[in-house]
Nanobody, 122 residues
Framework: QVQLVESGGGSVQAGGSLRLSCAAS????????MGWFRQAPGKEREGVAA???????SYADSVKGRFTISQDNAKNTLYLQMNSLKPEDTAMYYC????????????????WGQGTQVTVSS
């Protein structure tokens, strides 16, 4: 099994920045493909950014140029740097992982964290 624990969420004003972290433990060899997702109340979970073990990344159009996904393999930690935050970025943010399938921005990963709340005020 893989355990994922997110941290770094909080409340910021529009235009501010946050960096989310996702620490992986357990069978971390199963985290070749990882992604960040978010879900706002009453909305479906949506993919924000994804990365594979080679470092290739993909982003939702709504966050391109503002968010950056990265990973520190030595620390088994995934990051999401979020800049120029907007009120519409308010959501619970989750990290997800898989070993064999590159789901990209599709919410079909088998391993998920519990989430960290991000609230952006105008």
């Amino acid at each position: 099994q893989v355990q994922l624990v997110e941290s770094g969420g909080g409340s910021v004003q529009a235009g501010g920045s946050l960096r989310l972290s996702c620490a992986a433990s357990g069978r971390t060899y199963r985290t070749y493909y990882m992604g960040w997702f978010r879900q706002a109340p009453g909305k479906e979970r949506e993919g924000v950014a994804a990365i594979d073990s080679a470092g290739f990344t993909s982003y939702a159009d709504s966050v391109k140029g503002r968010f950056t996904i990265s990973q520190d393999n030595a620390k088994n930690t995934l990051y999401l740097q979020m800049n120029s935050l907007k009120p519409e970025d308010t959501a619970m943010y989750y990290c997800a992982a898989d070993s064999g399938v590159n789901w990209g921005l599709l919410p079909r990963y088998p391993y998920w964290g519990q989430g960290t709340q991000v609230t952006v005020s105008s």
